[in-house]
Protein backbone atom coordinates (compact mmCIF):
# COMPACT_ATOMS: atom_id res chain seq x y z
CA UNK A 1 0.00 0.00 0.00
CA UNK A 2 2.41 2.44 -0.93
CA UNK A 3 0.14 4.98 -1.86
CA UNK A 4 -1.44 5.22 1.15
CA UNK A 5 0.85 7.28 2.54
CA UNK A 6 0.21 10.66 1.13
CA UNK A 7 -3.50 11.77 1.43
CA UNK A 8 -3.39 12.81 4.69
CA UNK A 9 -0.51 14.90 5.77
CA UNK A 10 1.06 15.41 2.41
CA UNK A 11 -2.10 18.13 1.99
CA UNK A 12 -0.83 21.18 3.56
CA UNK A 13 3.12 20.90 3.21
CA UNK A 14 4.55 19.26 0.64
CA UNK A 15 1.63 19.22 -1.66
CA UNK A 16 1.06 22.79 -2.02
CA UNK A 17 4.81 23.67 -2.86
CA UNK A 18 5.00 22.67 -6.00
CA UNK A 19 2.25 25.28 -6.34
CA UNK A 20 2.76 27.54 -4.75
CA UNK A 21 4.73 29.81 -6.38
CA UNK A 22 2.57 32.57 -6.01
CA UNK A 23 3.56 36.08 -8.54
CA UNK A 24 3.28 38.88 -6.45
CA UNK A 25 0.06 40.08 -6.13
CA UNK A 26 -1.17 43.54 -8.02
CA UNK A 27 -1.13 46.32 -5.72
CA UNK A 28 -3.45 49.31 -6.77
CA UNK A 29 -0.63 51.18 -8.32
CA UNK A 30 -0.14 48.01 -10.82
CA UNK A 31 -3.97 47.88 -11.23
CA UNK A 32 -4.57 51.34 -12.59
CA UNK A 33 -2.01 50.06 -14.79
CA UNK A 34 -3.31 47.54 -15.69
CA UNK A 35 -6.36 49.06 -16.65
CA UNK A 36 -4.29 51.56 -18.59
CA UNK A 37 -2.28 48.62 -19.88
CA UNK A 38 1.76 49.53 -20.77
CA UNK A 39 0.46 50.42 -24.53
CA UNK A 40 -2.33 53.14 -24.01
CA UNK A 41 -0.28 54.87 -20.79
CA UNK A 42 2.69 55.03 -23.17
CA UNK A 43 0.41 56.44 -26.23
CA UNK A 44 -0.59 58.84 -23.71
CA UNK A 45 2.78 60.08 -22.92
CA UNK A 46 3.20 60.43 -27.04
CA UNK A 47 -0.13 62.42 -26.95
CA UNK A 48 0.91 64.90 -24.41
CA UNK A 49 4.22 65.61 -25.91
CA UNK A 50 2.68 65.85 -29.54
CA UNK A 51 0.71 68.38 -28.18
CA UNK A 52 2.53 70.24 -26.04
CA UNK A 53 5.46 70.31 -28.66
CA UNK A 54 2.87 71.77 -31.38
CA UNK A 55 1.54 74.11 -28.56
CA UNK A 56 4.69 75.54 -28.02
CA UNK A 57 5.72 76.52 -31.68
CA UNK A 58 2.20 77.66 -32.37
CA UNK A 59 1.09 78.88 -29.52
CA UNK A 60 -1.40 81.43 -31.34
CA UNK A 61 -3.09 78.64 -33.41
CA UNK A 62 -2.68 74.77 -32.31
CA UNK A 63 -4.08 75.28 -28.85
CA UNK A 64 -6.80 77.31 -29.37
CA UNK A 65 -10.10 76.43 -28.72
CA UNK A 66 -11.56 76.27 -32.42
CA UNK A 67 -8.83 74.27 -33.30
CA UNK A 68 -8.97 71.65 -30.77
CA UNK A 69 -12.78 71.32 -31.29
CA UNK A 70 -12.16 70.68 -34.82
CA UNK A 71 -9.89 67.83 -34.33
CA UNK A 72 -12.59 66.64 -32.15
CA UNK A 73 -14.96 66.34 -34.75
CA UNK A 74 -11.86 65.23 -37.11
CA UNK A 75 -11.89 62.25 -34.82
CA UNK A 76 -15.54 61.76 -33.82
CA UNK A 77 -16.33 59.48 -36.88
CA UNK A 78 -13.76 57.48 -37.39
CA UNK A 79 -13.90 56.98 -33.05
CA UNK A 80 -17.66 56.07 -33.80
CA UNK A 81 -16.28 53.22 -36.18
CA UNK A 82 -13.08 51.87 -34.00
CA UNK A 83 -14.97 51.37 -30.97
CA UNK A 84 -17.20 48.34 -33.23
CA UNK A 85 -13.74 47.66 -34.93
CA UNK A 86 -12.55 47.10 -31.56
CA UNK A 87 -14.82 44.47 -30.83
CA UNK A 88 -14.56 42.71 -33.77
CA UNK A 89 -10.67 42.77 -33.88
CA UNK A 90 -10.55 41.53 -30.33
CA UNK A 91 -12.24 38.72 -31.58
CA UNK A 92 -9.24 37.44 -34.29
CA UNK A 93 -12.01 39.29 -36.91
CA UNK A 94 -11.34 42.23 -39.03
CA UNK A 95 -13.84 44.42 -40.45
CA UNK A 96 -12.94 46.33 -43.96
CA UNK A 97 -16.45 47.11 -44.43
CA UNK A 98 -17.20 50.24 -42.08
CA UNK A 99 -16.75 52.75 -44.76
CA UNK A 100 -19.00 50.72 -47.57
CA UNK A 101 -21.81 50.56 -44.73
CA UNK A 102 -21.13 54.01 -43.50
CA UNK A 103 -21.84 55.12 -46.95
CA UNK A 104 -24.81 52.86 -47.09
CA UNK A 105 -26.60 53.84 -44.07
CA UNK A 106 -25.96 57.62 -45.25
CA UNK A 107 -27.77 57.29 -48.14
CA UNK A 108 -30.46 55.19 -46.53
CA UNK A 109 -31.08 57.68 -44.32
CA UNK A 110 -31.05 60.66 -46.27
CA UNK A 111 -33.18 58.83 -48.48
CA UNK A 112 -36.19 57.85 -45.57
CA UNK A 113 -35.70 61.73 -44.12
CA UNK A 114 -36.13 63.12 -47.87
CA UNK A 115 -38.77 60.93 -48.32
CA UNK A 116 -40.58 61.93 -45.05
CA UNK A 117 -39.81 65.53 -45.68
CA UNK A 118 -39.76 68.28 -42.64
CA UNK A 119 -37.23 69.24 -40.81
CA UNK A 120 -39.26 68.13 -37.03
CA UNK A 121 -36.92 66.04 -34.16
CA UNK A 122 -38.93 63.17 -35.47
CA UNK A 123 -37.68 62.81 -38.74
CA UNK A 124 -34.51 63.26 -37.62
CA UNK A 125 -35.00 60.16 -35.08
CA UNK A 126 -36.59 57.81 -37.82
CA UNK A 127 -33.21 59.03 -39.85
CA UNK A 128 -30.87 57.81 -37.26
CA UNK A 129 -33.02 54.68 -37.16
CA UNK A 130 -32.68 54.12 -40.73
CA UNK A 131 -29.32 54.37 -40.16
CA UNK A 132 -28.53 52.23 -37.69
CA UNK A 133 -31.09 49.51 -38.63
CA UNK A 134 -29.43 49.53 -42.53
CA UNK A 135 -25.48 49.38 -40.74
CA UNK A 136 -27.01 46.85 -38.37
CA UNK A 137 -27.95 44.86 -41.34
CA UNK A 138 -24.59 44.43 -43.05
CA UNK A 139 -23.45 43.83 -40.00
CA UNK A 140 -25.31 40.78 -39.04
CA UNK A 141 -24.37 39.52 -42.96
CA UNK A 142 -21.07 39.95 -42.10
CA UNK A 143 -21.19 37.92 -38.57
CA UNK A 144 -23.21 35.45 -40.41
CA UNK A 145 -20.60 34.97 -42.96
CA UNK A 146 -17.78 35.19 -41.27
CA UNK A 147 -19.38 32.97 -37.95
CA UNK A 148 -21.82 30.44 -39.44
CA UNK A 149 -20.18 29.89 -43.32
CA UNK A 150 -16.54 29.82 -41.78
CA UNK A 151 -15.39 32.53 -44.12
CA UNK A 152 -12.54 34.33 -43.49
CA UNK A 153 -13.43 38.14 -41.99
CA UNK A 154 -11.11 39.41 -44.28
CA UNK A 155 -12.63 38.49 -47.22
CA UNK A 156 -16.41 38.49 -45.82
CA UNK A 157 -15.88 42.16 -45.49
CA UNK A 158 -14.16 43.05 -48.41
CA UNK A 159 -16.79 41.46 -49.99
CA UNK A 160 -19.51 43.15 -48.01
CA UNK A 161 -17.24 47.01 -48.53
CA UNK A 162 -17.96 46.44 -52.51
CA UNK A 163 -21.41 45.28 -52.10
CA UNK A 164 -22.62 48.29 -50.08
CA UNK A 165 -20.97 51.04 -51.48
CA UNK A 166 -22.05 49.64 -54.85
CA UNK A 167 -25.34 49.64 -53.18
CA UNK A 168 -25.30 53.05 -52.41
CA UNK A 169 -24.06 54.32 -55.84
CA UNK A 170 -27.08 52.24 -57.66
CA UNK A 171 -29.55 53.73 -54.96
CA UNK A 172 -27.74 57.71 -55.64
CA UNK A 173 -27.51 56.84 -59.25
CA UNK A 174 -23.67 57.93 -58.11
CA UNK A 175 -24.88 61.25 -57.37
CA UNK A 176 -24.63 62.72 -53.85
CA UNK A 177 -28.38 63.43 -52.13
CA UNK A 178 -27.17 66.78 -50.43
CA UNK A 179 -30.98 67.85 -49.23
CA UNK A 180 -30.95 66.52 -46.47
CA UNK A 181 -32.65 68.22 -43.51
CA UNK A 182 -31.08 71.18 -42.70
CA UNK A 183 -32.28 70.71 -38.74
CA UNK A 184 -30.23 68.13 -38.84
CA UNK A 185 -26.89 69.58 -39.99
CA UNK A 186 -27.38 72.36 -37.80
CA UNK A 187 -27.82 70.07 -34.05
CA UNK A 188 -26.05 67.29 -34.63
CA UNK A 189 -23.39 68.27 -37.34
CA UNK A 190 -22.46 72.05 -36.21
CA UNK A 191 -24.44 72.46 -32.65
CA UNK A 192 -23.10 73.12 -29.74
CA UNK A 193 -24.14 71.95 -26.04
CA UNK A 194 -22.26 74.19 -23.38
CA UNK A 195 -19.61 75.20 -25.78
CA UNK A 196 -18.61 70.88 -26.89
CA UNK A 197 -19.92 70.03 -30.16
CA UNK A 198 -22.76 67.48 -30.63
CA UNK A 199 -20.79 65.00 -32.63
CA UNK A 200 -17.71 65.24 -30.05
CA UNK A 201 -20.78 64.25 -27.43
CA UNK A 202 -22.38 61.64 -29.30
CA UNK A 203 -18.71 60.39 -29.70
CA UNK A 204 -18.04 60.65 -26.39
CA UNK A 205 -21.04 58.44 -25.25
CA UNK A 206 -20.26 55.50 -27.79
CA UNK A 207 -16.94 55.34 -26.88
CA UNK A 208 -17.06 55.05 -22.91
CA UNK A 209 -20.68 52.88 -23.74
CA UNK A 210 -18.37 50.79 -25.73
CA UNK A 211 -15.70 50.70 -23.09
CA UNK A 212 -17.74 49.79 -20.16
CA UNK A 213 -19.84 47.31 -22.12
CA UNK A 214 -16.23 45.93 -22.85
CA UNK A 215 -15.04 45.63 -19.91
CA UNK A 216 -17.51 45.18 -17.10
CA UNK A 217 -20.06 42.62 -19.03
CA UNK A 218 -20.68 39.06 -19.86
CA UNK A 219 -20.91 40.27 -23.95
CA UNK A 220 -17.14 41.88 -23.30
CA UNK A 221 -16.55 38.90 -21.59
CA UNK A 222 -17.69 37.11 -24.26
CA UNK A 223 -15.38 39.18 -26.87
CA UNK A 224 -12.26 38.73 -24.93
CA UNK A 225 -12.80 34.99 -24.55
CA UNK A 226 -13.88 34.05 -28.14
CA UNK A 227 -10.65 35.94 -29.43
CA UNK A 228 -8.31 34.16 -26.78
CA UNK A 229 -9.42 30.84 -27.43
CA UNK A 230 -13.01 29.73 -29.27
CA UNK A 231 -12.79 26.24 -28.70
CA UNK A 232 -12.54 26.69 -24.83
CA UNK A 233 -15.36 28.65 -25.33
CA UNK A 234 -17.09 26.27 -27.05
CA UNK A 235 -16.16 23.37 -24.50
CA UNK A 236 -17.46 25.90 -21.74
CA UNK A 237 -20.99 25.62 -23.73
CA UNK A 238 -20.66 29.55 -25.13
CA UNK A 239 -22.30 29.81 -28.66
CA UNK A 240 -19.38 31.48 -30.14
CA UNK A 241 -21.34 31.56 -33.51
CA UNK A 242 -24.22 33.16 -32.17
CA UNK A 243 -21.70 35.78 -30.57
CA UNK A 244 -19.58 36.77 -33.18
CA UNK A 245 -22.62 37.74 -34.82
CA UNK A 246 -23.33 40.05 -32.51
CA UNK A 247 -20.02 41.23 -32.61
CA UNK A 248 -20.13 41.94 -36.43
CA UNK A 249 -23.67 43.19 -35.84
CA UNK A 250 -22.64 45.73 -33.56
CA UNK A 251 -19.73 46.86 -35.34
CA UNK A 252 -22.43 47.28 -38.76
CA UNK A 253 -24.56 49.25 -36.16
CA UNK A 254 -22.39 52.13 -35.53
CA UNK A 255 -21.31 52.14 -38.93
CA UNK A 256 -24.48 53.40 -39.54
CA UNK A 257 -24.36 55.74 -36.47
CA UNK A 258 -21.42 56.89 -38.49
CA UNK A 259 -23.05 57.09 -41.53
CA UNK A 260 -25.95 59.38 -39.77
CA UNK A 261 -23.05 62.00 -38.00
CA UNK A 262 -21.32 61.83 -41.26
CA UNK A 263 -24.71 63.33 -43.03
CA UNK A 264 -25.02 65.71 -40.32
CA UNK A 265 -21.20 67.06 -40.60
CA UNK A 266 -21.21 67.46 -44.46
CA UNK A 267 -25.11 67.87 -44.95
CA UNK A 268 -24.55 65.42 -48.14
CA UNK A 269 -23.90 61.66 -48.15
CA UNK A 270 -20.38 61.80 -49.12
CA UNK A 271 -19.79 58.78 -51.49
CA UNK A 272 -16.58 59.51 -52.54
CA UNK A 273 -15.55 61.07 -49.25
CA UNK A 274 -14.31 57.61 -46.89
CA UNK A 275 -12.68 55.82 -49.26
CA UNK A 276 -9.90 54.57 -46.22
CA UNK A 277 -12.25 55.12 -43.37
CA UNK A 278 -11.65 51.47 -42.90
CA UNK A 279 -7.98 51.51 -42.84
CA UNK A 280 -7.68 54.39 -40.61
CA UNK A 281 -9.96 52.53 -38.25
CA UNK A 282 -7.91 49.43 -38.63
CA UNK A 283 -4.53 51.40 -37.72
CA UNK A 284 -5.91 53.57 -34.98
CA UNK A 285 -7.41 50.17 -33.33
CA UNK A 286 -4.28 48.67 -33.91
CA UNK A 287 -1.91 51.29 -32.63
CA UNK A 288 -3.97 51.36 -29.71
CA UNK A 289 -2.73 48.08 -28.25
CA UNK A 290 -5.67 45.95 -29.27
CA UNK A 291 -4.27 42.86 -30.88
CA UNK A 292 -4.71 41.01 -34.37
CA UNK A 293 -4.61 37.65 -32.73
CA UNK A 294 -7.38 38.27 -30.80
CA UNK A 295 -7.95 38.61 -27.20
CA UNK A 296 -6.24 41.70 -25.84
CA UNK A 297 -7.05 45.13 -26.43
CA UNK A 298 -9.12 47.91 -24.80
CA UNK A 299 -11.31 51.03 -25.39
CA UNK A 300 -8.67 53.49 -23.60
CA UNK A 301 -6.04 52.33 -26.50
CA UNK A 302 -8.24 52.76 -29.41
CA UNK A 303 -9.46 56.43 -28.66
CA UNK A 304 -5.46 57.04 -28.03
CA UNK A 305 -4.48 55.70 -31.28
CA UNK A 306 -7.63 57.29 -33.29
CA UNK A 307 -6.70 60.60 -31.69
CA UNK A 308 -2.78 60.87 -31.84
CA UNK A 309 -2.79 60.53 -35.75
CA UNK A 310 -5.49 63.31 -35.82
CA UNK A 311 -3.57 65.53 -33.85
CA UNK A 312 0.02 64.29 -36.02
CA UNK A 313 -1.93 66.01 -38.79
CA UNK A 314 -3.62 68.80 -37.86
CA UNK A 315 -0.28 69.77 -35.85
CA UNK A 316 1.72 69.17 -39.53
CA UNK A 317 -0.69 71.65 -40.88
CA UNK A 318 -0.19 74.41 -38.50
CA UNK A 319 3.48 73.98 -38.91
CA UNK A 320 2.95 74.51 -42.35
CA UNK A 321 4.76 71.20 -42.81
CA UNK A 322 3.62 69.05 -45.63
CA UNK A 323 0.52 66.86 -44.58
CA UNK A 324 1.85 63.81 -45.54
CA UNK A 325 4.22 63.19 -43.65
CA UNK A 326 1.49 62.07 -41.45
CA UNK A 327 0.90 59.11 -43.44
CA UNK A 328 3.96 58.09 -43.65
CA UNK A 329 4.20 58.31 -40.16
CA UNK A 330 1.23 56.51 -38.78
CA UNK A 331 2.17 54.16 -41.65
CA UNK A 332 5.80 53.26 -39.42
CA UNK A 333 3.57 53.17 -36.24
CA UNK A 334 1.19 50.83 -37.52
CA UNK A 335 4.12 48.39 -38.68
CA UNK A 336 5.83 48.98 -35.24
CA UNK A 337 3.22 48.37 -32.90
CA UNK A 338 1.84 44.81 -35.01
CA UNK A 339 5.91 44.32 -34.44
CA UNK A 340 6.11 44.64 -30.84
CA UNK A 341 2.37 42.87 -30.46
CA UNK A 342 4.35 39.65 -32.29
CA UNK A 343 7.17 39.43 -29.95
CA UNK A 344 5.02 40.36 -26.97
CA UNK A 345 2.97 36.80 -28.41
CA UNK A 346 6.50 34.92 -28.83
CA UNK A 347 7.82 35.25 -25.14
CA UNK A 348 4.65 34.25 -23.73
CA UNK A 349 4.52 30.96 -25.30
CA UNK A 350 8.00 30.46 -23.95
CA UNK B 1 -16.78 3.66 -2.58
CA UNK B 2 -21.12 2.88 -2.18
CA UNK B 3 -22.34 -0.85 -3.71
CA UNK B 4 -23.69 0.76 -6.93
CA UNK B 5 -21.00 2.77 -8.78
CA UNK B 6 -21.62 6.19 -9.47
CA UNK B 7 -20.55 5.67 -13.88
CA UNK B 8 -21.17 2.14 -15.09
CA UNK B 9 -20.64 1.84 -19.10
CA UNK B 10 -21.35 -1.76 -20.06
CA UNK B 11 -20.49 -3.60 -23.70
CA UNK B 12 -20.02 0.15 -25.63
CA UNK B 13 -19.25 0.00 -28.93
CA UNK B 14 -17.49 2.78 -31.68
CA UNK B 15 -16.97 2.41 -35.38
CA UNK B 16 -15.98 4.46 -37.34
CA UNK B 17 -16.60 3.77 -40.97
CA UNK B 18 -14.26 0.28 -40.87
CA UNK B 19 -12.58 1.17 -38.21
CA UNK B 20 -13.71 -0.40 -34.60
CA UNK B 21 -12.74 1.99 -32.17
CA UNK B 22 -14.92 0.09 -29.15
CA UNK B 23 -15.61 -3.70 -29.65
CA UNK B 24 -17.69 -3.63 -26.14
CA UNK B 25 -15.35 -2.07 -23.42
CA UNK B 26 -17.07 -2.21 -19.96
CA UNK B 27 -16.46 0.57 -17.50
CA UNK B 28 -17.64 1.87 -14.05
CA UNK B 29 -15.93 3.83 -11.53
CA UNK B 30 -17.39 4.90 -7.69
CA UNK B 31 -17.58 7.77 -5.18
CA UNK B 32 -13.75 8.77 -3.82
CA UNK B 33 -12.16 6.89 -6.26
CA UNK B 34 -9.65 7.63 -8.65
CA UNK B 35 -9.94 4.88 -11.68
CA UNK B 36 -7.37 4.87 -14.19
CA UNK B 37 -7.77 4.08 -17.58
CA UNK B 38 -4.45 2.59 -19.50
CA UNK B 39 -3.90 0.85 -22.80
CA UNK B 40 -1.60 1.19 -25.71
CA UNK B 41 -2.10 3.38 -28.47
CA UNK B 42 -5.96 2.82 -30.30
CA UNK B 43 -6.68 0.72 -27.70
CA UNK B 44 -9.93 2.93 -27.31
CA UNK B 45 -9.11 4.75 -24.09
CA UNK B 46 -9.58 8.51 -25.32
CA UNK B 47 -12.87 7.19 -27.36
CA UNK B 48 -14.24 5.61 -23.96
CA UNK B 49 -13.61 9.08 -22.58
CA UNK B 50 -14.96 11.39 -25.17
CA UNK B 51 -18.46 9.08 -25.10
CA UNK B 52 -18.36 8.66 -20.99
CA UNK B 53 -18.02 12.93 -21.14
CA UNK B 54 -20.56 13.52 -24.05
CA UNK B 55 -18.53 14.68 -26.32
CA UNK B 56 -19.33 11.21 -28.88
CA UNK B 57 -21.73 8.94 -28.77
CA UNK B 58 -21.44 5.21 -28.62
CA UNK B 59 -23.48 3.13 -31.30
CA UNK B 60 -23.98 0.43 -29.09
CA UNK B 61 -23.86 -0.17 -24.98
CA UNK B 62 -25.31 1.56 -21.94
CA UNK B 63 -24.10 4.02 -19.35
CA UNK B 64 -25.62 4.14 -16.58
CA UNK B 65 -24.96 6.78 -13.90
CA UNK B 66 -26.32 6.42 -10.30
CA UNK B 67 -27.58 3.32 -11.57
CA UNK B 68 -29.80 5.14 -14.05
CA UNK B 69 -29.73 5.13 -17.79
CA UNK B 70 -27.98 8.27 -19.31
CA UNK B 71 -27.97 9.01 -23.02
CA UNK B 72 -25.41 11.95 -23.39
CA UNK B 73 -26.42 13.99 -26.36
CA UNK B 74 -23.36 16.56 -25.91
CA UNK B 75 -20.72 17.63 -23.27
CA UNK B 76 -23.61 19.86 -21.69
CA UNK B 77 -25.58 16.60 -20.65
CA UNK B 78 -22.70 15.17 -19.07
CA UNK B 79 -21.95 18.56 -17.66
CA UNK B 80 -25.89 18.34 -16.22
CA UNK B 81 -25.25 14.94 -14.51
CA UNK B 82 -22.16 16.52 -13.24
CA UNK B 83 -19.54 15.24 -15.35
CA UNK B 84 -16.57 17.87 -16.21
CA UNK B 85 -13.76 17.00 -17.88
CA UNK B 86 -10.15 17.94 -17.84
CA UNK B 87 -9.08 18.44 -21.27
CA UNK B 88 -5.13 17.57 -22.61
CA UNK B 89 -4.96 21.12 -24.10
CA UNK B 90 -6.60 22.34 -21.00
CA UNK B 91 -9.11 24.73 -22.78
CA UNK B 92 -8.61 27.68 -21.17
CA UNK B 93 -8.69 31.41 -22.16
CA UNK B 94 -4.91 32.43 -21.89
CA UNK B 95 -5.48 36.19 -22.13
CA UNK B 96 -8.54 36.20 -19.07
CA UNK B 97 -7.36 35.36 -15.94
CA UNK B 98 -7.85 32.38 -13.86
CA UNK B 99 -11.07 33.76 -12.01
CA UNK B 100 -12.68 34.22 -14.93
CA UNK B 101 -11.50 31.08 -16.81
CA UNK B 102 -13.07 29.04 -13.71
CA UNK B 103 -16.61 31.16 -14.48
CA UNK B 104 -15.99 30.53 -17.95
CA UNK B 105 -19.84 30.24 -19.67
CA UNK B 106 -21.13 30.36 -16.39
CA UNK B 107 -20.38 33.82 -15.33
CA UNK B 108 -22.05 35.17 -12.26
CA UNK B 109 -23.99 38.46 -12.82
CA UNK B 110 -25.07 41.82 -10.09
CA UNK B 111 -28.10 41.79 -9.07
CA UNK B 112 -30.82 43.95 -9.95
CA UNK B 113 -30.52 46.36 -12.81
CA UNK B 114 -26.81 46.07 -13.63
CA UNK B 115 -27.33 42.27 -13.84
CA UNK B 116 -30.37 42.88 -16.39
CA UNK B 117 -27.60 44.63 -18.54
CA UNK B 118 -25.30 42.07 -18.32
CA UNK B 119 -22.97 43.71 -15.97
CA UNK B 120 -20.45 40.86 -14.18
CA UNK B 121 -20.05 40.26 -10.50
CA UNK B 122 -16.54 39.84 -11.05
CA UNK B 123 -15.97 40.41 -7.45
CA UNK B 124 -18.13 37.76 -6.38
CA UNK B 125 -16.51 35.91 -8.89
CA UNK B 126 -12.99 36.20 -7.47
CA UNK B 127 -14.37 35.41 -3.92
CA UNK B 128 -16.10 32.08 -4.58
CA UNK B 129 -13.31 31.38 -6.95
CA UNK B 130 -10.81 31.85 -4.08
CA UNK B 131 -12.32 29.77 -1.53
CA UNK B 132 -12.31 26.80 -4.07
CA UNK B 133 -8.86 27.70 -4.50
CA UNK B 134 -8.05 27.58 -1.16
CA UNK B 135 -10.36 24.17 -0.43
CA UNK B 136 -8.36 22.22 -2.97
CA UNK B 137 -5.31 23.73 -1.60
CA UNK B 138 -4.16 25.43 -4.82
CA UNK B 139 -2.42 28.44 -4.67
CA UNK B 140 -3.11 30.40 -8.13
CA UNK B 141 -3.03 34.29 -8.28
CA UNK B 142 -6.45 34.52 -9.66
CA UNK B 143 -6.57 37.98 -11.32
CA UNK B 144 -3.34 36.93 -13.13
CA UNK B 145 -3.60 36.08 -16.66
CA UNK B 146 -3.43 32.63 -17.73
CA UNK B 147 -0.81 33.08 -19.60
CA UNK B 148 1.47 34.57 -16.74
CA UNK B 149 0.87 31.23 -15.14
CA UNK B 150 3.41 28.23 -15.25
CA UNK B 151 2.67 24.92 -16.61
CA UNK B 152 1.79 23.69 -13.64
CA UNK B 153 -0.13 26.55 -12.28
CA UNK B 154 -2.38 26.16 -15.92
CA UNK B 155 -2.93 22.64 -15.22
CA UNK B 156 -3.96 23.16 -11.54
CA UNK B 157 -6.08 26.08 -12.73
CA UNK B 158 -7.98 23.49 -15.17
CA UNK B 159 -8.16 20.73 -12.60
CA UNK B 160 -9.67 23.13 -9.95
CA UNK B 161 -11.84 23.94 -12.23
CA UNK B 162 -13.34 20.85 -13.29
CA UNK B 163 -13.12 20.41 -9.41
CA UNK B 164 -15.34 23.07 -8.44
CA UNK B 165 -18.29 22.52 -11.24
CA UNK B 166 -18.07 18.50 -11.15
CA UNK B 167 -20.55 17.54 -8.22
CA UNK B 168 -19.84 13.55 -9.45
CA UNK B 169 -16.93 12.41 -11.76
CA UNK B 170 -14.01 14.38 -13.57
CA UNK B 171 -12.12 12.69 -16.56
CA UNK B 172 -8.91 13.60 -16.92
CA UNK B 173 -6.85 13.14 -20.24
CA UNK B 174 -2.55 12.98 -19.72
CA UNK B 175 -3.45 15.17 -17.35
CA UNK B 176 0.33 15.63 -16.27
CA UNK B 177 1.98 14.82 -19.52
CA UNK B 178 3.83 18.39 -20.53
CA UNK B 179 4.77 18.64 -16.59
CA UNK B 180 8.17 18.43 -14.90
CA UNK B 181 8.87 16.41 -11.95
CA UNK B 182 7.82 18.54 -9.34
CA UNK B 183 4.88 20.15 -10.79
CA UNK B 184 3.35 16.64 -11.58
CA UNK B 185 3.67 15.68 -8.12
CA UNK B 186 1.36 19.29 -7.62
CA UNK B 187 -1.41 17.68 -9.81
CA UNK B 188 -1.17 14.32 -8.36
CA UNK B 189 -1.92 15.74 -4.90
CA UNK B 190 -4.73 17.67 -6.50
CA UNK B 191 -6.37 14.79 -7.90
CA UNK B 192 -6.26 12.87 -4.43
CA UNK B 193 -7.40 15.78 -2.76
CA UNK B 194 -10.68 15.51 -5.55
CA UNK B 195 -10.98 12.07 -4.76
CA UNK B 196 -11.11 12.74 -0.88
CA UNK B 197 -13.50 15.30 -1.69
CA UNK B 198 -16.11 12.41 -2.32
CA UNK B 199 -15.78 12.92 -6.35
CA UNK B 200 -14.65 9.83 -8.78
CA UNK B 201 -11.87 10.43 -10.69
CA UNK B 202 -11.43 8.71 -14.17
CA UNK B 203 -7.35 9.54 -15.64
CA UNK B 204 -5.61 8.26 -18.71
CA UNK B 205 -2.04 8.21 -19.06
CA UNK B 206 0.73 6.75 -20.27
CA UNK B 207 2.78 6.74 -17.46
CA UNK B 208 2.43 3.81 -15.79
CA UNK B 209 4.21 4.47 -12.11
CA UNK B 210 1.92 7.50 -11.99
CA UNK B 211 -1.06 5.57 -12.72
CA UNK B 212 0.25 2.89 -9.98
CA UNK B 213 0.68 5.75 -7.43
CA UNK B 214 -2.04 7.84 -7.56
CA UNK B 215 -4.95 5.22 -8.77
CA UNK B 216 -7.07 2.90 -6.69
CA UNK B 217 -7.92 0.63 -9.36
CA UNK B 218 -6.82 0.27 -12.87
CA UNK B 219 -8.52 -0.88 -15.90
CA UNK B 220 -7.07 -1.76 -19.01
CA UNK B 221 -7.94 -1.54 -22.65
CA UNK B 222 -6.53 -3.82 -25.29
CA UNK B 223 -8.11 -3.51 -29.15
CA UNK B 224 -11.42 -1.66 -27.60
CA UNK B 225 -12.03 -4.18 -25.30
CA UNK B 226 -12.01 -4.51 -21.76
CA UNK B 227 -8.83 -6.65 -20.39
CA UNK B 228 -9.57 -6.62 -16.99
CA UNK B 229 -9.23 -4.29 -14.22
CA UNK B 230 -6.96 -4.42 -11.08
CA UNK B 231 -6.38 -2.72 -7.72
CA UNK B 232 -3.19 -0.54 -8.02
CA UNK B 233 -2.06 -2.30 -5.03
CA UNK B 234 -2.28 -5.65 -6.22
CA UNK B 235 -0.32 -5.11 -9.46
CA UNK B 236 2.85 -3.62 -11.02
CA UNK B 237 4.59 -1.86 -13.85
CA UNK B 238 5.76 -5.18 -15.58
CA UNK B 239 2.40 -6.90 -15.37
CA UNK B 240 0.39 -4.11 -17.02
CA UNK B 241 2.49 -3.97 -19.62
CA UNK B 242 2.12 -7.25 -20.07
CA UNK B 243 -1.83 -6.78 -19.76
CA UNK B 244 -1.98 -4.03 -22.41
CA UNK B 245 0.42 -5.76 -24.86
CA UNK B 246 -1.21 -9.29 -24.85
CA UNK B 247 -4.51 -8.89 -23.18
CA UNK B 248 -3.77 -11.25 -19.89
CA UNK B 249 -4.40 -9.70 -16.61
CA UNK B 250 -3.51 -11.37 -13.11
CA UNK B 251 -3.53 -9.51 -9.65
CA UNK B 252 -1.00 -10.97 -7.22
CA UNK B 253 -3.95 -11.59 -5.20
CA UNK B 254 -5.59 -14.06 -7.46
Request: charged share 15%.
Amino acid sequence: MTKSIAPMNGLTASANAPLDIQRPSASPARRIGGVLSNQSTALFIVLVVLAAFFSAIRPDAFPQIANVLNMGADASILLILAVGSTFVIITRGIDLSVNGVLVFSGVIAAKAMVAIGGEGPYVLLVGLACAIAAGAAWGLLNGFLVAKAGIPPLIVTLGTLGMSLGFALLITGGVDISDVPESLVLSVGSGRLAGIPILVIITAIVAVAGALMLRFTRFGRYTYAAGSNPEACRRASINVTAHLIKVYSLAGALAGVGGYTSLARFATTTLGGHLTDNLQVIAGVVIGGTSLFGGAGGMVGTVLGIIIPVVLLNGFVVLGLPPFWQQVAVGAVLIGAVYLDQLRRKTRER
Amino acid sequence: MSDLPLIEARGIVRHFGHVQALKGADFSVGRGEVVALIGDNGAGKSTLVRILSGTDRPNDGEIRVNGRLAHFKSPQDARAAGIETVYQDLALAPDLDASANVFLGREILKSGLLGHLGVLDTARMRREAAVAMERLGVAINLSSEIFKLSGGQRQSAAVARAAMWATSAIFMDEPTAALGVVQTLGVLDLIRRVRDAGKAVVLISHNLPQVLEVADRIIVLRLGRTVGQVAASETNVDDLVKAMTSGELRSKAA
